[in-house]
């Protein structure tokens, strides 16, 4: 599971990643070509000389940035014209140029350019944008020198499970190196995403993998597991521990809380991260309602821990084929 | 020499603490008294539990954040009352509070409550304050209960020369286990400040530990420990971190500035500390242009790490008795 960076995840160093088990970063194509741009990232020995990080990072292909941060967003065949969130500045993004920054960021695994249509789009606006995606798609592979870097093609479709079909049907035949499910965890629940993704990894190779991209919440991710996803992203972790909100095996725990004011346990008994191992929930109780910025990495730590112990216990589960008991026992703990 | 904490050196755990060769910390007892509270963090094992720091700790009186951080201030005879700076209620702190909070706290060295005079008092009010700070040493010698705590008394005076020996003078005779020099980095040049010391530390016995209360640059601390200061305390290496300006061996770096953004160099080539053994200044200059949380770390990190390499030095020197051509090229490299 990528956890997500703009040239570091928040708050952690490449040292802390590495003690709570984390193996692979996602790094943002859009914000490290705005700031500081791939040039000097390259210049620097490429993000993992960058970033300090020797491990392998994904890179993404700036498609849903454009659509969630950037201004004046204008489309052609050739690509999105776009107004910079930072500073106003105008540029231009299509395939050539996702690839070409992803490439001079030298990511493990890159993704093909792509469109990522709004959770309330048309039919019709979708079906365009799928017509788009894998115009685009191809361009991304035609592009792209050498063997250096796995690229992954990126389903769209919508809500539309007939678009989410015809996209995959469409980028499979192209042969890429994995393939990831895009446009979901923007606003729709928990069964319409459930549903898409029913409707999309039937058509795609069982001998790949499937990433579904932004997701998501534990429950969400065992909903996937059990589809057949195999790789996640999400922010969820990194930025629920920025704003005090813990995951634990007994449910969530909000630090602000009072009742945590003279806690002298930890934010979980049976935890092994750092930040379990060393400090009540009084103390972090206290870090976080003074806005100690120790507050941001010990909460991180401690959820990034979680959602990678979670992780490991579901490919555990699946391995020793006991993944539906797992699943349903985890559910019983949350509800 | 001791780091400032309000339960946390800043951007840093303790591990970060240990790492970087720090061996006390510094507690502010008002901040910690006004939240979370000196009895909740008693009952989780004291400041060395509740922070998980199980080196010194030195816990200030209150005295100068009353005077710097507290609004409506009245003194008395008895000790001060004021408006909490966070939620603007009322409370009462005198010798005897000082005292009794800072042994909650667990501190193993603790100050006498005292009146910090502003830089800009006339005589009259400075004699008063005097006056007011050798009733509270007393007071507080009295209250002071069991031998683990070593009590040090704060010498005050203001900027004129006289008070200061009075100061001295009153202090001495009653016995404390060391002795500071309290209210100067209050807004006075360097050069009376100089002066101040000078007038202040003949009067102290050479056999105990003398402390300058939150100085300094560089320069300040050799001046005071040409004149025999042996202790200081100052937010500068953490808050000058913070606002990317960074210590080194050929003088400031700030971190911002646009001829750092493709520096594939350390900090300091010559620094052995984490930040520098991993990271370049262009990816320090991009996290703290984008506001990254690890920024602050990184750069606290570098520049206490340069402060405890600094006081190394001075001991080293004056150990080997070459302490004034140490200083005299000090300041050859840095002015």
Chains 1, 2 share one sequence.
Not at 301 to 324: C, D, T, V
Request: net charge negative; proline share 5%; charged share 25%.
């Amino acid at each position: 599971m990528p956890v997500g960076t703009q040239g570091t995840v928040k708050a952690m160093s490449p040292d802390d990643l590495e003690e709570v088990g984390v193996k692979i970063v996602l790094a943002n194509t859009y914000h490290l070509y705005l700031r500081p741009g791939h040039e000097i990232i390259s210049k620097l020995g490429g993000l993992h000389g960058f970033m300090g990080w020797s491990g392998p990072i994904l890179t993404d292909s700036g498609g849903f940035q454009i659509y969630s941060l950037a201004k004046l967003r204008t489309l052609s065949d050739e690509g999105a014209s776009f107004q910079s969130h930072l500073d106003g500045t105008t540029h231009f993004i299509g395939p050539r140029e996702a690839i070409e920054i992803q490439q001079a960021l030298e990511a493990d695994i890159i993704m093909a350019f792509d469109e990522c249509a709004p959770f309330s789009a048309d039919y019709e606006y979708v079906a365009d944008s799928v017509r788009l995606t894998t115009r685009w798609a191809d361009e991304c592979l035609k592009v792209k020198e050498g063997d250096d870097q796995a690229l992954f093609g990126i389903v769209q479709g919508g809500m539309y499970p007939d678009l989410r079909e015809r996209s995959a049907r469409e980028l499979v035949p192209m042969g890429f190196d994995g393939y990831a499910i895009g446009g979901l965890s923007v606003g729709e629940d928990r069964d319409i995403r459930r549903h898409m993704i029913e409707h999309t990894v039937p058509f795609l190779p069982v001998d790949k993998p499937v990433y579904l991209m932004g997701v998501g919440k534990p429950e969400d991710i065992l909903d996937a597991v059990a589809l057949g996803v195999d790789m996640f992203d999400c922010v969820l972790p990194t930025r629920n521990a920025r704003n005090g909100y813990l995951f634990t095996k007994e449910g969530p725990l909000v630090i602000k809380n009072a009742c945590h004011a003279d806690d002298d346990r930890p934010i979980d008994q049976d935890c092994a991260c750092y930040t379990c191992s060393r400090f009540t929930r009084a103390y972090l109780r206290h870090l976080f309602m003074a806005g100690e910025l120790l507050a941001y990495r010990l909460n991180t730590i401690h959820n990034l821990h979680y959602y990678m112990e979670f992780m490991k216990e579901i490919r555990n589960a699946i391995g020793e084929g006991r993944f539906p008991e797992y699943r349903n026992h985890f559910k019983g703990d949350n509800e």
